[in-house]
Nanobody
Framework: QVQLVESGGGLVQPGGSLRLSCAASGFAFRMYAMRWYRQAPGKERELVAGITSGGGSTNYADSVKGRFTISRDNVKNTVYLQMNSLKPEDTAVYYC??????WGQGTQVTVSS
């Protein structure tokens, strides 16, 4: 069965960095685009970043452009989200999504001093 397991979340001070990972299994990872979403308390889930199956094209929400970088390793079946210059408004649960139609369980990111 399809499994997506996120890791790398935690508590970080404003201006800090985190790298999220999403390890995929149970499907042909290299054939599918991947995305990161986030959901803050009381808000709807929003798209943060996406990457094509081969990794050649990426897209970002305006709120994270220039600060976040999505990447993937099709040998390790893993997608990453490098988050720099973090702000308190980046606080949310971050979810990995495979365009086969599957979600990870989420990882909490809290940006606070």
């Amino acid at each position: 069965q399809v499994q997506l397991v996120e890791s790398g979340g935690g508590l970080v001070q404003p201006g800090g960095s985190l790298r999220l990972s999403c390890a995929a299994s149970g499907f042909a990872f290299r054939m599918y685009a991947m995305r990161w979403y986030r959901q803050a308390p009381g808000k709807e889930r929003e798209l943060v970043a996406g990457i094509t199956s081969g990794g050649g094209s990426t897209n970002y929400a305006d709120s994270v452009k220039g600060r976040f970088t999505i990447s993937r390793d099709n040998v390790k079946n893993t997608v990453y989200l490098q988050m720099n210059s973090l702000k308190p408004e980046d606080t949310a649960v971050y979810y990995c999504y495979a365009t086969i139609g599957s979600w990870g369980q989420g990882t909490q990111v809290t940006v606070s001093s």
